[in-house]
Structures are given as C-alpha cells and as structure tokens.
C-alpha cells in the first residue's frame, strides 16, 4: 500500500513533466525565433564568439518572454495537479474525492475554496512579476 | 599601400545569375567611399563579403595585409573585430542599455567566458563613454534602446562599431530609415569619424546626392559589375543613368544639389 503511493505520484507527476516538457520547448523555439537575426548579426560582425553572441543577444531579448511562458506553466500545472490528483488518487485531488464521496459536502467544499484561493493567489504573483520583467 | 583590395570577387547564391560577377577595386587608409546602385544590384552583399557575412564564390579579398577569403575561424573573429559595421535597422539590443550595447563591440577582443559574463575592464568602459560622448548621447547612457529614437539608435550603431577600434567601417544604407535631419547629423558623423580618425569607410547609400556631398569617391554598381568607379566630379547625369539603368531619366535625382551647401 506504502508503494502504491509512491507509484501513483510519480505517475502525476510524470504526466505533468512530460506536458510542460512538450509545451516549454515549442514556446522558447518560438520565443528564439522571435529574437530576429538582426543583432546576432551585428555581434557575429564585431568578432563576437557563439557563446558571446547567445548570452549577450539572444538570452537578454529572449528573456522576459520565456520567463513569462514558464509562469504560465507554473500556473496551468497547479490547476491541472488537482484532476491529476483525483485520477491518481493523490494529493488535494485525492482529498477532495474522499470527502466528497463520504458525502462531506462541508468539508469537499473547504477543499474546493481552498484550490480557487491558490490559483487566484499564484496568477496574481505571477502577473506581478510579469509586470515587472516585461 | 592599399587597406582593402577586392580582386575579381564572384558570389553565386544560385548558379543561374550572379549576385556579384568579378568586382575590383581597391580602397586607401581614410577614404571615405560610397557605393550606390539600383536595389538588388549587389550593394549589401558586396559589403557583406568584405567581412565575410557571405563567404564569397571566387577571387581574393586583401585587408590589411591579410587574404580574408582564406583565414580560419579564430584568425576570421580577429581580422572582424578590424572591421566595424553598421546597419540600416541599427541592429542592436533593444532589451539593453546604450552603455551595454556600445561595449557588445568589445566583445571580439574577450574571451568566452568574459564576454558571456559581460565583464569589461575599466578602460573599456571609459572607451565607451567617451565614444558616447563623442557622438552627443551622454544623456542616454543608461537609457534602453527601445526608448531611443531612430537617429539616436544609429548614433549607438556608430559608437559601437567606434569601440572596436576598426581600421575600417562598413555602412550598410545607415540613413535609409532616418529623416533628412537625423540622416544629415548620422553623414556628418562619418565623415569626421573618416577625417579626424583615419578611418576607411565604406557606405552603401540610396541618395544619389548624400553620396555626391559626402563622399571622395564613388563606386556605382548594377547587376553584380562595377559600373562606374571615380570622384564624385565624374559622376555627370549621363553615369547615373548608366548606373540606374534607363528610366533614369523619370528618377528623383538632384545632382545639382553638388553646388548646394
């Protein structure tokens, strides 16, 4: 039964790393590419090496874009965690199945407002930060 | 002995038409030459092949000395750091200082790692400010460039390519996107960097005038040739109109404006 746990969380949390993996790398592709070739080749012009030309051009314009798209995945994550809880019988999912199913409507519903508190509580430090970099 | 010297240069992007078919010339210390030349007639990569943003397909380019078609790629970040460049869409870090962006000509002489970390010493830095000085931004050393406007972004392209200490530059259209009054501070600006410091510049240029007021010479090109190649007295209607081909006559050109100013 100890193992099970184990086993099923790993399993949610697979399944979350996998989807933010996929999405990540498309968004910071996209974001790159985004960057333009113009000031690589300025710098390529001035002598600057690979590594110069990635930290010092692509990196500072990239930035501010990539921070933003992993803030979006930190935010979709937690949402998503609580269905991947139910399905996996783990985590505040799995709590709010309990007492939903023991027909403890008080208590599923605490659970419920507690998730809507977080979500609210994460997308405004999130935008905050937004506001800030960009 | 001539600083930069092109020998029967060829560049084919596809094997039908040639961007470039056998370009000579030759260019001294100082010169101040401007290229024009209908759209399309090889401007922008002959300015390329010089510092080999486009590997060229056959001849020989000299620059100081050294045959750059051949050097390898350490020997090829070095001859670059030589030559600066600047761009008609000024081509800089908008996300960054002007500060940032005008020490980013620094970076050929750093290694990986001090250039990655953006470590520059304090002579570089006094280097920078006093290009910026130089070129009136003093007052925006510490703004971003997104902020800055068209004429002032080219200025940090200047005070770029300045910090490098090149012995030559190479413009590609610098005031093509600028209004008459920025692009006159922006022409000015090269030529005193020309006269005062001795350094080469190359100019491609769409203004027929700009390029009769400001350059020693002038080297007209159509179709990947050499059309025309002497002093700005040379260039009569008849030339230009060589050079632009035959509805020149219909164009918006005023080489009157010679006598002007």
Known sequence: ?134 | MALLELKNVTKYYNSTAPALAGVSFAVRKGEFVSIIGPSGAGKSTLLRCINRMIEVTGGEIYFDGVMSSKVKKKDLRKLRTKIGMIFQHYNLVDRLTVIENVLHGRLGYKSTMAGVLGRYSREEKMQAYGVIQFLGLHDQVYQRCDQLSGGQKQRVGIARALVQNPKMILCDEPIASLDPNASRIIMDHLKNVATQMGITMIVNLHQVNVALKYADRIIGVNQGRIVFDGSPNELTDGRIADIYGSESGELIIEPGERNAS
């Open chain 1, 1 to 134: 039964m100890q193992a099970d746990i184990f086993v099923k969380r790993r399993n949610g949390y697979l399944a979350l790393f996998f989807g933010s993996l996929g999405f990540l790398t498309r968004a910071f592709t996209e974001t790159i590419d985004e960057v333009g070739s113009n000031p690589v080749e300025a710098l390529q012009a001035t002598g600057a090496g690979y590594f110069h030309i990635i930290f010092q051009a692509v990196l500072p314009s990239g930035m501010p874009q990539m921070i933003s798209w992993l803030l979006y995945m930190i935010e979709t994550n937690i949402r998503d965690a609580t269905l991947v809880g139910i399905l996996t019988g783990t985590g505040i999912g799995f709590s709010f199945q309990l007492y939903y199913h023991r027909f403890d409507y008080h208590a599923a519903s605490l659970v419920v407002i507690l998730i809507v508190i977080t979500v609210i509580a994460i997308e405004s430090i999130s935008n905050m930060i937004r506001r800030v970099i960009l």
